[in-house]
């Protein structure tokens, strides 16, 4: 009966998710209203979902594992990109979407380049999505096999693995249905529940953590350690190629903050159907961009909380010392799970299942997005590509939700692979774990949408293809130290997960200038701007 109170909380969360989410079915009976909810939702309730969908439950763990790792906010600076580069996919990327009327981003490629261009973005998209959101599922699992083993004791790691399989599996088929049912209204109305859950369950962690400690605020202060906010990632050695070196191999510095994750973020903001879907939804490009611009101004102080419970969590442990603090086969403190343990050990039943539907509501936010993201782009740009004008929307929306069932069943599976691999090798981070994936491939989309939008006579299919395929070589080459040590490099350079987008995106770029748009593409592609010109008069 321990956790019986938190077991019905947990039971309601779930219960009024399901019932919005189920309720959106009768306005999702069309191809735009499940894709774009008619392009009617209010600027607010796009915000939320915006949040949700990039607040994922890694950064409900992981930003408080590097507080209480580095003691400080050197991962919140990171947030300064995020601004900058909400500013200009405003400017840049919202606008031609909305005067495209595209529902699937990748249409625009096939409009200035060429089909393959489109059908290459859209896979990559895909490819790249399923890997992602599949490792941020694992983690909302954590607390999970925690919770277990204060029950029934410890777990061997097989045992272990098959809690975080089953869990992941079940929270996947739960927001599954809710999204394959209700379309994206379903997926933005749970979002806004979602945040809300979560803001709830942050605000109360904090204030529950600085009422626990023998002195406050104060006793945290006392382990905070410089840098506080800002690195400039000063090296030991003078010089500039130190310097440079320490720039590009550092997460959590200045330059990464206003280069690397601007840069990133340009990538997850701007060309991901993922997050872009949500922004398309506003009933006009000006709340559009007013809600993505707001979301980066809320970003900082999110991120900064979340950091805040972890140095939290620091001082309370060196206050209160716990020998009970999860552990890997070898020893090692696993700091990704203190703060679930925390929750599980300290909490008060009830809050504690409070808390605990906000790491579930963070985990089923972007898996949401993520589902219908991918259904869209798949079916729009392969199933439906080249159907009958005449085929029934009732056929279209029927695809959908096959395709957001499938993508369902494939993200499963990557959890499953990923909670195996970090069940055994426990040492691994959250945050480079996640947000890494992207960097292999998402520069190279990005590189691609910047050569059609500041060009009209640069790149073609094939160029396009030879270019993000080596981008992404280039990209994974220069993040593995041991394929450098491989080639003869004695002192391998490997990459921080910021600057992955950086370099595939400028590598991709240079390759793609050097192909010409065929004649009849440009001819095809001014005769459409001259279209959708005409259409806005």
């Not at 890997?131 to 272990?160: C, F, M, N, S």
């Not at 209204?185 to 626990?212: E, N």
């Not at 490099?489 to 370099?503: T, Y």
Request: charged share 15%.
């Amino acid at each position: 009966m321990k956790f019986a109170v938190d077991a019905i909380v947990l039971l309601a969360y779930f219960a009024v998710i399901l019932s919005i989410g189920l309720a959106q079915r009768k306005k999702s009976q069309t191809l735009e209203g499940y894709t774009l909810g008619e392009r009617q939702m209010a600027w607010w309730a796009v915000l939320a979902s915006i949040l949700a969908a990039e607040i994922s439950a890694a950064t409900f763990l992981g930003a408080p594992e590097s507080g209480f790792t580095h003691r400080n906010w050197a991962y919140a600076q990171l947030a300064i990109g995020t601004i900058i580069a909400r500013i200009i996919v405003s400017f840049l990327f919202i606008p031609l979407f909305y005067k495209q009327g595209v529902i699937s981003l990748y249409e625009y490629l096939e409009t200035r380049f060429g089909r393959a261009s489109r059908r290459f973005a859209s896979l990559t998209f895909a490819v790249t999505r399923v890997l992602a959101i599949g490792t941020r599922l694992y983690v909302a699992a954590i607390v999970v096999v925690l919770a277990w083993e204060l029950w029934h004791g410890a777990v061997d790691p097989k045992q272990q693995f098959l809690i975080f399989a089953v869990a992941l599996t079940i929270i996947s088929l739960l927001t599954a249905v809710y999204t394959m049912v209700g379309g994206i209204r379903a997926v933005i109305w749970t979002d806004f529940i979602q945040v809300s859950v979560l803001a709830a369950a942050l605000v109360f962690s904090i204030f529950f953590l600085i009422h626990k400690l023998p002195d406050g605020w104060a006793s945290a202060n006392a382990i905070i350690e410089t840098p506080y906010f800002f690195d400039f990632a000063k090296p030991v050695e003078p010089g500039f190629m130190p310097w440079l070196r320490n720039v590009l191999t550092q997460d959590y510095t200045l330059w990464t903050a206003v280069i690397g994750i601007t840069v990133l973020t340009m990538s997850t903001h701007g060309i991901d159907q993922d997050t872009v879907q949500r922004m398309l939804t506003a009933k006009n490009r000006r709340q559009s961009a007013f809600a993505t611009i707001l979301s980066g101004l809320i970003d900082l102080p999110l991120v900064s909380a979340f950091i805040l419970i972890g140095i939290l969590l620091f001082a309370f442990y060196q206050a209160y010392p716990d020998p009970n603090l999860p552990r890997a086969m070898d020893g090692t403190l696993e700091t990704r799970n203190v703060f679930p343990h925390f929750i599980l050990t300290q909490m008060p039943m009830g809050l504690r299942g409070l808390v605990v539907a906000g790491i579930m509501a963070t985990a089923m936010g972007s898996l949401s997005t993520a589902l219908n993201a991918l259904a869209t782009s798949f079916t729009r740009d392969f199933l439906l590509d080249q159907a009958p004008e005449d085929l029934p929307e009732s056929r279209r929306v029927r695809l959908l939700r096959i395709s957001t069932l499938a993508f369902a069943v494939a993200i499963i599976l990557v959890g499953v692979i990923t909670a195996y691999y970090i069940t055994y090798h426990p040492g691994t981070e959250i945050i480079p774990l996640v947000l890494g994936i992207l960097g292999f491939t998402f520069g190279s989309l990005l590189g691609v949408f910047l050569v059609g939008i500041f060009t009209k006579t640069r790149g073609n299919d094939f160029g396009n293809i030879l270019a993000m395929c080596i981008g992404f070589a280039l990209v994974i080459f220069l993040s593995n130290g041991k394929l450098q040590s491989a080639v003869g490099i004695s002192n391998p350079l490997v990459l921080a997960f910021p600057w992955r987008v950086v370099f595939g995106a400028v590598s991709t770029i240079l390759i793609a200038l050097l192909f010409s748009t065929p004649p009849d593409r440009i001819r095809a592609a001014s005769e459409h701007e001259a279209t959708l010109a005409h259409k806005t008069e």
